[in-house]
């Protein structure tokens, strides 16, 4: 692990430009700090180098998911990312999420991702009315584990990043939205699990996936929308051979 | 911007897709070969007679590398998507495949 000496300076590579202006790269010295993120890095140009440079980020603190970018290839929480763990050198790559379109410089357009999310029917569907009492859910149930496994997503679009499959197929529903229609098949207060794997088994659906693994190496929550997916594909299956389980 | 991708899975991904597209480069070439046993046995003799040379005896070690990887990987593949199991079972199952293999492996060896 390199750490970045007190008084140096990093070499910053920066992706510029929208869907307007062609891309390019502007490259900036940035002074190096203790315990410095690179969404501090970031904060830094825009507000002593050059203050036309777009961002996203709200929380700082990895739980609202919207600083993320692709650092040194990597798609990370640039808030969540210390510089010291991604120092190449003393250089640093930093670009807009893959996959997605960019709005300007760093800032990706997210509405493909959460149009997804919709598609992929990641809804609740009641069994009960707000007049009725709640239904008790059994936290050790095998099917309530399964669900619980991911419903830690913040909608930060690493994974969706990450994927190859996406890049490849612009249809491509996605780990996020995939593991999201997961969770719902498997809680027992959802009432149209048909719904689910009718979204989750057409053209863009989760038989497209080659399980290359990058959504679930790259999740900074730790989450593993590769087995969620896979969980749909048996799931699909089951219901075509005419069972459910 | 380069896209790093060098993790274990996306690893065991490319290397099926890969051994998967030789194997089908190679095999019906393999059974063009096999072939000249019924059509022309003496151009099949004179052809066998490259399996001495060394290189070819490495391309060999290749084949049965591709062939091996491509099984595994395909197991690898029906197990990941068919069987629900948590990481510590998957840790077994790759043991015991690898215990067996080496069992067997050596068993073979041992018989030829």
């Not at chain 1, 190096?32 to 970031?42: E, F, K, R």
């Not at chain 1, 893959?98 to 069994?127: C, Q, S, Y």
């Not at chain 1, 996605?174 to 979204?199: E, F, H, M, S, V």
Request: glycine share 6%.
């Amino acid at each position: 692990m390199h750490v970045a000496e007190h008084g140096s300076v990093m070499n910053v590579t920066v992706q510029r430009g929208s869907a307007d202006t062609p891309t390019r790269t502007e490259t900036f010295d940035v002074p190096a700090y203790d315990n410095q993120t690179v969404l501090d890095v970031v904060s830094w140009i825009q507000q002593n180098a050059d203050p036309t440079l777009t961002y996203r980020f709200a929380c700082r603190v990895g739980m609202c998911g919207s600083c993320a970018m692709m650092v040194n290839g990597v798609p990370r929480w640039t808030c969540r990312t210390h510089v010291s763990k991604v120092l190449d050198g003393n250089k640093i790559n930093i670009a807009p999420l893959r996959n997605l379109p960019v709005i300007k410089d760093l800032a990706a357009d997210m509405d493909p991702f959460f149009d997804k999310w919709v598609a992929a029917e990641g809804k609740h569907h009641p069994t009960r009315t707000r007049e009725e009492e709640i239904a008790p859910v059994d936290p050790q149930a095998e099917e309530r584990q399964a669900a619980s496994a991911g419903i830690e997503c913040i909608n930060c679009s690493i994974c969706y990043s990450a994927c190859d499959t996406v890049t490849g197929n612009p249809d491509y529903l996605g780990p996020a939205a995939l593991q999201r229609a997961w969770t719902l098949y498997n809680d027992a207060k959802d009432a149209d699990r048909d719904a689910i794997l009718d979204a989750v088994s057409g053209k863009g659906g989760c038989h497209n996936c080659h399980s290359m693994g990058s959504c679930t190496a790259y999740c900074p929550n730790e989450l593993d929308p590769l087995s969620a997916i896979a969980g749909l594909k048996r799931a699909t299956t089951r219901r075509f051979f005419g069972r459910r389980g | 911007m380069k896209v790093a991708r060098a993790h274990p899975l996306w690893l065991a991904y490319i290397l099926h897709r890969v051994s998967g597209i030789a194997l089908a480069l190679f095999l019906p070439l393999h059974f063009w070969v096999l072939s000249l046993a019924l059509t022309d046995a003496a151009r099949l003799d004179s052809f066998l007679t490259l399996t001495e040379m060394p290189l070819v005896k490495l391309a060999e070690f290749g084949l049965v590398f591709l062939l091996a990887v491509h099984l595994f990987g395909g197991l690898r593949l029906l197990a990941m998507e068919w069987l629900p199991w948590t990481a510590p079972q998957k840790t077994w199952a790759a043991a015991a495949v690898a215990g067996s293999l080496f069992v067997s492996g050596t068993f073979f060896l041992q018989a030829i």
